[in-house]
């Protein structure tokens, strides 16, 4: 039995029971299920990339993830063993950050921050008739540029929904407001033949790339236009970037690189 | 603001993906002292991003991706480089593929060095004229 090394979806669920019960006095049926699921393991550290963490680091972590949720399996219990290692290597990779002092959530200062920049952007454009410069905002905000800065960063770098609601006042769903022609699809046709996951965003997404690349919106204008804040356009661009390009390099390899859209951008 | 004139800001990071988010965080803080509108700076920080993930995405580099930073009165220039990369440089079809269709989006100037010894990306965002800063 050494031809187990399949992609993730495609796992024989039968080769994995049968590997489990073998455990634990079975070292090589250990080994074997440590390889078979060790692409889930780094896959799953990936997420947590750019927090500054060295990849491999991670992937380090993820591994002990892994091995904790190989240990712990129960073959009885009526759960896939890729969910439940999921699970836990998540926890694993979560406890890690908790345990370097690194909070996962934005810290409550910034949080503040960000919800006052929230706030002010729309009515400083406003009264500007431009976007306004980071100085601007800072003294309309009684904060440094800095904690400005640190704010948009913060957004950018943690995943939080707290900056995220809508900046309008009940704050309906505006894409389904939307709704009807949306001529984003057509349009951006026009980059499918080089990133041909453009079409596997959600509406949202695909909307916020057409109205920023193609009719040349600003952040703060399609903001306006889709409903939410601005930094939450800046957010779904850079991570629809990052997802467009991540399918560009790996070439049909799903477990590189890629940025699940479908969990990370899609959280409100 | 003191205006500034031929004042350069040089960072060196390891080429990994895990290191962009300095030269991002330093191109938002530099691009914040001079007259950018926040969306300016957003653009700017998403054009740098991309760079370094083009570079990489072909790099091939020991001693590390370099970002230079220079605020002029008018606009800011930025240039991501890297020691080498696997295969053609520029890339066949340049104006076609992905990144540069990003890139051009998102500031004002964008043009890549041929030079193989040192492919570079450059980019410029011009800042708010000044009639309309306050």
Same mark, same amino acid.
């Given at each position: 039995?050494?031809?187990?090394?399949?992609?993730?979806?495609?796992?024989?669920?039968?080769?994995?029971?049968?590997?489990?019960?073998?455990?634990?006095?079975?070292?090589?049926?250990?080994?074997?299920?440590?390889?078979?699921?060790?692409?889930?393991?780094?896959?799953?550290?990936?997420?947590?990339?750019?927090?500054?963490?060295?990849?491999?680091?991670?992937?380090?972590?993820?591994?002990?993830?892994?091995?904790?949720?190989?240990?712990?399996?129960?073959?009885?219990?009526?759960?896939?063993? $890729?969910?439940?290692?999921?699970?836990?290597?998540?926890?694993?990779?979560?406890?890690?950050?908790?345990?370097?002092?690194?909070?996962?959530?934005?810290?409550?200062?910034?949080?503040?921050?960000?919800?006052?920049?929230?706030?002010?952007?729309?009515?400083?454009?406003?009264?500007?008739?431009?976007?306004?410069?980071?100085?601007?905002?800072?003294?309309?905000?009684?904060?440094?540029?800095?904690?400005?800065?640190?704010?948009?960063?913060?957004?950018?770098?943690?995943?939080?929904?707290?900056?995220?609601?809508?900046?309008?006042?009940?704050?309906?769903?505006?894409?389904?407001?939307?709704?009807?022609?949306?001529?984003?699809?057509?349009?951006?046709?026009?980059?499918?033949?080089?990133?041909?996951?453009?079409?596997?965003?959600?509406?949202?997404?695909?909307?916020?790339?057409?109205?920023?690349?193609?009719?040349?919106?600003?952040? $703060?204008?399609?903001?306006?236009?889709?409903?939410?804040?601005?930094?939450?356009?800046?957010?779904?661009?850079?991570?629809?970037?990052?997802?467009?390009?991540?399918?560009?390099?790996?070439?049909?390899?799903?477990?590189?690189?890629?940025?699940?859209?479908?969990?990370?951008?899609?959280?409100? | 603001?003191?205006?500034?004139?031929?004042?350069?800001?040089?960072?060196?990071?390891?080429?990994?993906?895990?290191?962009?988010? !300095?030269?991002?965080?330093?191109?938002?803080?530099? #691009?914040?002292?001079?007259?950018?509108?926040? =969306?300016?700076?957003? =653009?700017?920080?998403? #054009?740098?991003?991309?760079?370094?993930?083009?570079?990489?995405?072909?790099?091939?580099?020991?001693?590390?991706?370099?970002?230079?930073?220079?605020?002029?009165?008018?606009?800011?220039?930025?240039?991501?480089?890297?020691?080498?990369? =696997?295969?053609?440089?520029?890339?066949?079809?340049?104006?076609?593929?992905?990144?540069?269709? !990003?890139?051009?989006?998102?500031?004002?100037?964008?043009?890549?060095?041929?030079?193989?010894?040192?492919?570079?990306?450059?980019?410029?965002?011009?800042?708010?004229?000044?009639?309309?800063?306050?």
């Amino acid at each position: 039995m050494s031809s187990v090394e399949r992609p993730i979806g495609s796992t024989d669920r039968e080769v994995e029971t049968e590997l489990f019960k073998r455990l634990p006095d079975d070292a090589e049926a250990r080994e074997q299920l440590v390889r078979m699921f060790l692409p889930l393991a780094e896959y799953l550290a990936r997420r947590f990339d750019r927090r500054g963490e060295p990849l491999e680091d991670l992937v380090q972590v993820a591994s002990v993830g892994l091995l904790n949720a190989i240990d712990r399996f129960d073959v009885e219990r009526d759960v896939q063993f $890729s969910t439940y290692a999921a699970v836990t290597i998540i926890g694993e990779l979560k406890r890690h950050f908790r345990d370097k002092g690194w909070a996962i959530r934005v810290p409550r200062r910034l949080q503040e921050v960000g919800l006052r920049v929230n706030a002010v952007l729309p009515e400083l454009s406003q009264e500007l008739g431009r976007s306004p410069t980071v100085e601007e905002i800072a003294a309309r905000c009684e904060a440094s540029p800095e904690e400005i800065l640190d704010a948009m960063e913060a957004v950018q770098a943690y995943s939080t929904t707290s900056l995220d609601s809508p900046v309008g006042e009940e704050g309906a769903a505006p894409i389904d407001v939307l709704g009807g022609d949306d001529p984003s699809l057509e349009i951006l046709d026009g980059w499918a033949s080089v990133a041909p996951a453009v079409k596997e965003l959600p509406e949202r997404e695909r909307r916020v790339l057409y109205l920023r690349f193609f009719r040349g919106l600003t952040q $703060s204008e399609i903001a306006k236009e889709v409903g939410v804040s601005q930094m939450h356009v800046s957010r779904i661009l850079s991570q629809t970037l990052s997802f467009l390009r991540g399918a560009v390099l790996e070439e049909g390899d799903p477990l590189r690189e890629a940025e699940p859209h479908g969990a990370d951008l899609d959280e409100t | 603001m003191a205006s500034p004139t031929s004042e350069v800001i040089t960072v060196s990071v390891p080429p990994e993906a895990g290191y962009v988010h !300095i030269l991002r965080a330093v191109t938002a803080s530099v #691009a914040a002292r001079l007259p950018i509108s926040i =969306d300016g700076v957003e =653009d700017l920080r998403l #054009a740098v991003d991309e760079a370094c993930a083009w570079l990489l995405a072909r790099g091939r580099s020991e001693s590390g991706m370099t970002l230079r930073l220079r605020p002029l009165d008018d606009r800011l220039e930025a240039e991501v480089s890297i020691d080498a990369v =696997d295969g053609p440089w520029p890339p066949p079809d340049l104006q076609q593929s992905l990144p540069w269709k !990003i890139l051009s989006a998102l500031v004002d100037t964008l043009s890549v060095d041929t030079d193989v010894g040192s492919p570079s990306i450059r980019l410029t965002k011009r800042t708010l004229e000044p009639s309309r800063t306050t």
